[in-house]
């Protein structure tokens, strides 16, 4: 940057951000859970404004460039200028690390053009859910990790802020056309917030943005910045003046599907009258949660993956889903994987309550306090009940071709989700699915059309750009066995 710091243009905008699924920020350990909501000294919930601007240059560093340049950190010279950075017209040059031989990132140069306060709510609605890390090997919960975390139930509702300083030599239309991508991608739902993102959490957006520019070279705007309510001004149109298309490449699963037998999420109630366990429930809606389809997906992908003989399928995997098994004392052997699951909305359903009982095999009689009573979901009406979407960031041919073969099994009834499974619980039978393939500029669609329940396999349709592709796809997965 150069030594021009006189401030031309101040953009503001601001909007209601919405929450559509669970939201966690993180706040560390708690008095009642593992993991407590972030909370300021008033006692209530925010987004801290690093967050937000960190959220929202992950996802435009992302958009702008190719995956290998977003992983070694480089970024265009635009977002430097937005967020900081590097001086201009200059490559990020980090580091190298002794131990892995990576760049570390690059030293900052200068302050952001972007300000961003933070986002608080007083009032909002928490609720608390379990989890637990499931070894593969045994299916079973690795020792002393169960835990719990709070969530703020979708709907809640965060005002943003934003403001961008755009300084003398900058150029006014590129910094502008940056923020504007900015706020595209909170109004289209792309920039998640919080954590277990990949999970289906934090996901809202903004509805509509109110955007104001202050022309610091005229006498009215001067006014309006020393006055401090930039808002009497006349509405400024940003939609349209976004930067360039999306680069970025990934494959995208949303398939609807019919619900055949019953399913059961447990969850405890917190109302004595209730059942001991029922299904999970976000905002008074039964749902599929993003962790157990995660779970079940990985584990029937690593079944595929050794059918097929794959070399060292649980590399593979980790490098999809992310590791699962610890190997040091602090978090730096974890890192984000490539899969990310949506939490689906449990449609046309009813609770009903069963009552089960535990027998003693020796004795074949009922075991001592083992008699309980479940309310799993049932189908009421005609579906489609349920609709997953399930995205594969970066993928290789072979592995799109591996989720192929995952939703084949989902879509015949093959592989049951949530629990008791074993019992019946959880057979799905496909509808619909739009399949999407993106690769920079380019975008392939595919459209799997099977009726629902009582269509048998033969009947289903596949309509789209060159469906032949897809069987390329599990073509490649197949030589993957081979190498």
């Known amino acids: 940057m150069n030594g021009d710091d006189r401030v031309v ?9 919405v929450a559509e699924s669970p939201l966690h920020l993180g706040g560390g350990e708690g008095r009642d859970v593992d993991m407590a909501l ?4 008033e006692g209530r919930f925010f987004i801290p404004a690093a967050s937000l601007a960190g959220a929202g240059r992950s996802y435009l560093a992302r958009r702008m460039q190719s995956c290998n340049d977003f992983r070694r950190g480089k970024e265009p010279v635009v977002l430097c200028n937005l967020f900081g950075g590097a001086e201009a017209g200059e490559e990020p040059q980090g580091e190298v690390e002794a131990e892995t031989g990576a760049e570390k990132p690059a030293c900052l140069g200068w302050m952001s053009s972007l300000l961003v306060e933070d986002a608080c709510r007083t009032d909002a609605t928490v609720a608390v859910r379990d989890g637990v890390r499931i070894d593969p090997e045994t299916g079973t919960a690795f020792p002393r990790a169960k835990f719990d975390l709070e969530i703020l139930e979708p709907g809640t509702a965060f005002e943003l802020n934003l403001e961008v300083v755009v300084r003398g030599e900058e150029a006014d239309a590129e910094v502008f056309q940056a923020f504007a991508s900015l706020l595209g991608g909170f109004r289209r739902a792309e920039i998640r917030l919080g954590a277990r993102t990949r ?9 509509s943005w109110e955007v104001r520019r202050l022309d610091l070279s005229e006498r009215e705007g001067v006014f309006a910045w020393l006055e401090g309510d930039p ?25 609807s ?10 969850s405890y109630s917190e109302h004595p009258g209730e059942p001991d366990m029922v299904h999970l429930r ?23 993956a050794r059918v097929l003989g794959w070399e060292n399928p649980e590399d593979r995997l980790e490098a999809l889903f992310g590791p699962i098994k610890p190997e040091k004392d602090d978090a730096s052997w974890a890192w984000a994987g490539r ?12 609770h009903l309550v069963q009552g ?23 189908p009421e009406k005609e579906g489609p009940h349920l609709r997953l979407e399930i995205c594969l960031e970066e993928p290789a041919d072979a592995e799109i071709g591996l989720f192929l073969l995952v939703l084949k099994d989902l879509w015949l009834g093959d592989l049951p989700l949530g629990g008791e499974t074993g019992v019946g619980r959880g057979v799905l039978q496909g509808r619909v699915a739009e399949l999407t393939f993106q690769d920079g500029g380019s975008v392939r669609r595919w459209k799997l059309c099977g009726g629902g329940s009582g269509t048998p396999p033969e009947k289903v349709t596949l309509e789209g750009d060159d469906p032949k592709s897809l069987e390329n796809f599990v073509g490649e997965a197949v030589k993957w066995g081979g190498e």
């Open 9 to 17: 243009v101040r953009y503001y905008a601001r909007g209601k951000w």
């Open 38 to 41: 972030l909370r300021d000294a």
């Open 199 to 207: 999970r289906g959490y934090g996901r809202g957006k903004v509805a």
């Open 231 to 255: 808002w009497k001004r006349p509405a400024y149109a940003w939609e349209g003046q976004e930067l360039c298309e999306d680069q970025r490449r990934f494959f995208r699963i949303e398939a």
């Open 257 to 266: 599907f019919d619900l055949k037998t019953s399913l059961l999420v447990r």
């Open 282 to 304: 976000t905002a008074g809606r039964s749902v599929l949660p993003g962790t157990s389809l995660a779970g079940t997906i990985r584990h029937r992908a690593a079944r595929i």
């Open 339 to 350: 899969v990310w699951m949506e939490e689906a909305v449990l449609e046309r359903v009813s």
């Open 356 to 378: 089960r009982v535990a027998i003693d095999r020796f004795t074949g009689g009922a075991m001592p306090s083992a008699l309980f009573d479940e309310a799993a979901v049932w």
